[in-house]
C-alpha cells in the first residue's frame, strides 16, 4: 500500500489511513462492527423470499461490506438434508471400496455425508464498485481481526486450555497485552486513540473462513497472471505490514498462481488441486462446505469510477451500500445525478444504505423521491445511518417533521454534478455559490426558532 497506512480499529479488524486524503477509511470503533451494523443488518435481506438477490456495494475498498454480507448468508445456510441419497451413495461407495485403505473410506465418507445440496437456486449477486485496483487486489489478503484472544492465543498454546492455569495465565497476560500492541505508526494511533485494549467485537460478526478464499477464486479468474505479481509482493511481505496479512491466503494465492494458472492444463490443475485444498474446510464446518459457498455467490468487480460503471449496470437492486468518503471532502458520488441514477437502479422494494447521518446526503434523497429513514442500532441504543427506499414500509424510523424541516434549509442545499464528470473541487465550489445566493432559512436559525 504505497499510499496507505494499515491500523487496527477498535474491535480488533483493520483500517486504512490514507496519506493523500489525510483521513481514515474506517470507523476507528471497527471497520467490521460498522460494515455489520450499518449495511448487512439493516439491509433485511434475510427477508427477502426469491431465488436472486442482487447487491451493488459502492466503494468496495478492501471489502468489508460484501465480506460481512457474504459471511452472513454462510452462517445462516440452511441445509437441506437429502439422507436417503447420501446414506445410497454410502453403502455403494463401501462397496466399490472394498480392500481401500480404511482411513481413506473415512474420509470419503465424511466427504459425502458434507456434501450438501443447495436447497433452491439461490444465487447472491454483487456487483462491487471501487475505483483502487490496488485495494481490490490486496482485500482477500488482510487479516481480519486480531482481538485479546486472538493474540493470547498466538502465545499460549492450545493445550493450556483444559487447565486451570490458562484463565491465570490469561489474567496475568491482560495486564503486559499492551506491549503487544500492533506497532502502527504513532500519528495514527494518536489520530484515532486507539484504545487496544478495549477491543471487542460481537462473535457473530466475524467473517468467515471461506470468503476470503472465495474472494481470491473470482480474482484470479479475472485477473489471472496480473495477480500477486511483484508490485503486490512487494507490498504483503513488507516487514511493517507482515502483522496486518494472513499468510496461509498468500500461501494460497502463490500455490494456485505457480499450479493453478502458470500451468498448461490449468483448468485441470487448478481445479483438481483446489478441491483437494477445500476437502479440510469442508470437514470444519457444519453448516455448508466449500463448494456450496461458492455456488451460492456470484460477485463481479468494476475497477473504475463509479460514476461510469454506474452508467453501463442495467439491473434492479435488492440493496446498494454507499460507502464512499464523507460528502464534504469527496462530493462525487453524493451528488443528485449520482443518486438519480442509484434511484434508476434501486428495485421497487429494495433499500439504498449509508453510514451518513448528514442533513444534506438526506435532502439529496429526499430530492430524488426516495422515502427516507435512520438506521437504529439497539446496542448502542442510538441512529447509525441513513436507509433509503422507494417502498414506504421499508422505512421503520422515518425523519421526523423536525428532521424533514432542517432538510428544507440551506444546510440541505445538493451537490450538482453535471454529466457525471466534475471534479471534487468543481462540485464543491458549485455548492458554495449556490448556498451563498440561496433565500433559504440557515440551519442554526432553523435550530434557534425551532429549538431541537
Ligand atoms: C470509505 S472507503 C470504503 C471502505 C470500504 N467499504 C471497505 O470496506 O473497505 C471509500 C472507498 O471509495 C473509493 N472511491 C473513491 N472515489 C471513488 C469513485 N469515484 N468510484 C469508486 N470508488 C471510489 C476509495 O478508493 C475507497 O476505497
Known amino acids: 500500500m504505497r499510499d496507505y497506512e494499515p491500523y487496527y480499529t477498535q474491535d480488533g479488524s483493520i483500517g486504512l489511513y490514507s496519506y493523500a486524503d489525510k483521513d481514515v477509511f474506517h470507523s476507528k470503533f471497527g471497520a467490521l462492527t460498522e460494515a455489520w451494523e450499518k449495511f448487512v443488518i439493516p439491509s433485511g435481506l434475510n427477508d427477502i423470499n426469491k431465488n436472486n438477490i442482487k447487491v451493488l456495494d459502492i466503494c468496495y475498498g478492501i471489502g468489508y461490506n460484501t465480506k460481512a454480507l457474504m459471511s452472513f ?12 441419497i447420501k446414506i445410497y451413495f454410502i453403502k455403494l461407495l463401501n462397496i466399490v471400496s472394498i480392500g481401500v485403505n480404511k482411513i481413506l473410506r473415512k474420509k470419503a465418507r465424511k466427504l459425502l455425508l458434507y456434501n450438501d445440496t443447495i436447497d433452491d437456486n439461490k444465487k447472491i449477486i454483487i456487483d462491487c464498485l471501487e475505483i483502487n485496483p490496488e485495494l481490490v487486489k490486496l482485500s482477500p489478503f488482510f487479516k481480519t481481526i486480531k482481538t485479546f484472544d486472538e493474540v493470547f492465543d498466538l502465545f499460549v498454546p492450545g493445550i493450556f486450555n483444559c487447565f486451570e492455569s490458562y484463565y491465570k495465565l490469561k489474567k496475568a497476560f491482560s495486564k503486559i497485552y499492551k506491549y503487544f500492541q500492533p506497532k502502527n505508526r504513532k500519528e495514527i494511533n494518536e489520530l484515532l486513540e486507539i484504545k487496544f485494549k478495549e477491543m471487542t467485537l460481537d ?13 481470491i477464486n473470482i480474482l484470479f479468474d479475472l485477473l489471472e497472471e496480473e495477480f500477486i505479481k511483484e508490485d503486490l509482493n512487494k507490498i504483503v511481505y513488507k516487514k511493517e505490514n507482515r502483522s496486518f496479512f494472513d499468510n496461509s491466503l498468500i500461501k494460497y494465492a ?12 490449468k483448468l485441470n490443475l487448478s481445479t483438481f488441486l483446489h478441491n483437494i485444498y477445500y476437502c479440510y474446510l469442508s470437514f470444519r464446518d457444519k453448516n455448508i462446505n466449500f463448494k456450496t459457498a461458492q455456488s451460492l455467490f456470484n460477485v463481479n468487480f468494476y475497477v473504475n469510477d463509479a460514476r461510469k460503471t454506474i452508467l453501463d449496470l442495467n439491473e434492479q437492486y435488492d440493496c446498494i451500500f454507499l460507502d464512499a468518503f464523507t460528502y464534504t471532502k469527496a462530493p462525487q458520488l453524493w451528488s443528485m445525478e449520482f443518486i438519480a441514477e442509484l434511484y434508476k437502479r434501486l428495485a421497487p422494494t429494495g433499500v439504498l444504505l449509508t453510514y451518513s447521518n448528514s442533513v444534506q446526503v438526506r435532502n439529496t434523497l429526499l430530492e430524488n423521491k426516495f422515502y427516507v429513514g435512520k438506521i437504529y442500532n439497539e446496542k448502542l441504543n442510538k441512529f447509525v445511518g441513513t436507509i433509503a427506499s422507494k417502498d414506504k414500509s421499508k422505512i421503520k424510523y422515518p425523519l421526523n417533521s423536525y428532521e424533514i424541516g432542517l432538510c428544507n434549509t440551506k444546510a440541505g442545499i445538493p451537490y450538482h454534478d453535471p454529466n457525471l464528470s466534475f471534479s471534487n473541487k468543481d462540485i464543491l465550489e458549485l455548492r458554495e455559490y449556490e448556498y451563498k445566493h440561496s433565500n433559504l ?5 432553523y435550530i434557534k426558532t425551532r429549538g431541537k
Open 73 to 84: 448468508y454462510i452462517q445462516n445456510y440452511k441445509k437441506v438434508k437429502n439422507n436417503f
Open 203 to 215: 462473535k457473530e460478526y466475524k467473517i468467515h473462513p471461506y470468503v476470503n478464499y472465495i474472494l
Open 254 to 265: 502463490k500455490f494456485n498462481n505457480f499450479w493453478g494458472y502458470n500451468s498448461s492444463s
Open 441 to 445: 432559512m440557515s440551519s442554526s436559525k
